[in-house]
T-cell receptor, first 114, second 120 residues
């Protein structure tokens, strides 16, 4: 089955700096890669995702890149703000139209310091 | 519209007991997925139900089971509880239409607040 590794497990940045979180996956057939943000005591929320036929996707201050050959994808957050502090999870799945079985990374605790 | 709801929010059980958790999806959503979240293992997929049928299954023992009703509400059951079953159990719902569950699309998957299960 699919296996997703995520690094780093904790990341501390200064407000205004950029943050990068990296994930690798094992199943070359995986075609959908979402990123979730989970604030303390709250439910995970989908913040951005990318399909395997796209190399990069951007939404305001966040972007995701995908390297299918190397089987890794990354989340980039620019101009970080205190409200970006949360746990971020990457995930991978083989979406076939018949369901979405997500395999998650173990999460990255991002702390944005003032 | 109302989001995904889960009941109960907190539960304390002892080893050997069984427990049933409930998830009510967003109105109109027909798929419900269940996840176990623990500090060490992160989020792990348990199973997915669609139109009252289990469509996908994770790598959990048979003590973990689920079902879905005709109104799309779903329950999961854990029998013979073990200490290691202590976790936050999350459910997530989506339509879906067969297209990718992209953010902002009709297929986007939304999580509930979770049920915190503590096994003593």
């Amino acid at each position: 089955g699919e296996n997703v590794e995520q690094h780093p497990s904790t990341l501390s940045v200064q407000e205004g700096d950029s943050a990068v979180i990296k994930c690798t996956y094992s199943d070359s057939a995986s075609n959908y890669f979402p990123w979730y943000k989970q604030e303390l005591g709250k439910r995970p929320q989908l913040i951005i995702d990318i399909r395997s036929n796209v190399g990069e996707k951007k939404d305001q201050r966040i972007a995701v890149t995908l390297n299918k050959t190397a089987k890794h994808f990354s989340l980039h957050i620019t101009e970080t703000q205190p409200e970006d502090s949360a746990v971020y999870f990457c995930a991978a799945s083989l979406f076939t139209g018949g369901g979405n079985k997500l395999t998650f990374g173990t999460g990255t605790q991002l702390k944005v310091e003032l | 519209k109302a989001g995904v709801t889960q009941t109960p929010r907190y539960l304390i059980k002892t080893r050997g007991q069984q427990v049933t958790l409930s998830c009510s999806p967003i109105s109109g959503h027909r798929s419900v997925s269940w996840y176990q979240q623990t500090p060490g293992q992160g989020l792990q997929f348990l199973f997915e139900y669609f139109s009252e049928t289990q469509r996908n299954k994770g790598n959990f023992p048979g003590r973990f089971s689920g079902r879905q009703f005709s109104n799309s509400r779903s329950e999961m059951n854990v029998s013979t509880l073990e200490l290691g079953d202590s976790a936050l159990y999350l459910c997530a719902s989506s339509l879906p239409t067969g297209e990718f569950p992209t953010k902002g699309s009709y297929n986007e998957q939304f999580f509930g607040p979770g049920t915190r299960l503590t096994v003593l």
